[in-house]
């Protein structure tokens, strides 16, 4: 069974920075090329895309709101997605998900994904 999981999420001050984990398991996961994203959902709001990673890790691209403050990265084993973020603000906390997508290129819209992960929650204080 197909199954994302997130990790490292929790409470930071504004400024601060935070690492999220995203580990794959599953036959799809270890047979096919598959891409993956981060997005999030703030209470009251739409799921956003945040960011994404082609299978090679060759391609990424981000939301505006996060260039040059998020970083998305893939072990070299692929299984493993990382969302690196620094300089968090107020406006960042939201449960973020992690996606996965049999393509080899990094989508950026939320239906475009076929597998996610339960969610973390992401605060930054003020």
């Known amino acids: 069974q197909e199954q994302l999981v997130e990790s490292g999420g929790g409470l930071v001050q504004a400024g601060g920075s935070l690492r999220l984990s995203c580990a794959a398991s599953?036959?799809?996961?270890?047979?096919?090329?598959?891409?993956m994203g981060w997005f999030r959902q703030a209470p009251g709001k739409e799921r956003e895309f945040v960011a994404a990673?082609?299978?090679?890790?060759?391609?990424?691209n981000y939301a505006d709101s996060v260039k040059g403050r998020f970083t998305i990265s893939r072990d070299g084993g692929k299984n493993t997605v990382y969302l690196q973020m620094s300089s968090l603000k107020p406006e960042d906390t939201a449960v973020y998900y992690c996606?996965?997508?049999?393509?080899?290129?990094?989508?950026?819209?939320?239906?475009?994904?076929?597998?996610w992960g339960q969610g973390t929650q992401v605060t930054v204080s003020s």
């Open positions: 599953g036959r799809t996961f270890d047979t096919y090329a598959y891409s």
């Open positions: 990673i082609s299978w090679s890790g060759g391609r990424t």
């Open positions: 996606a996965a997508r049999r393509t080899l290129i990094a989508p950026m819209t939320w239906r475009e994904y076929d597998y």
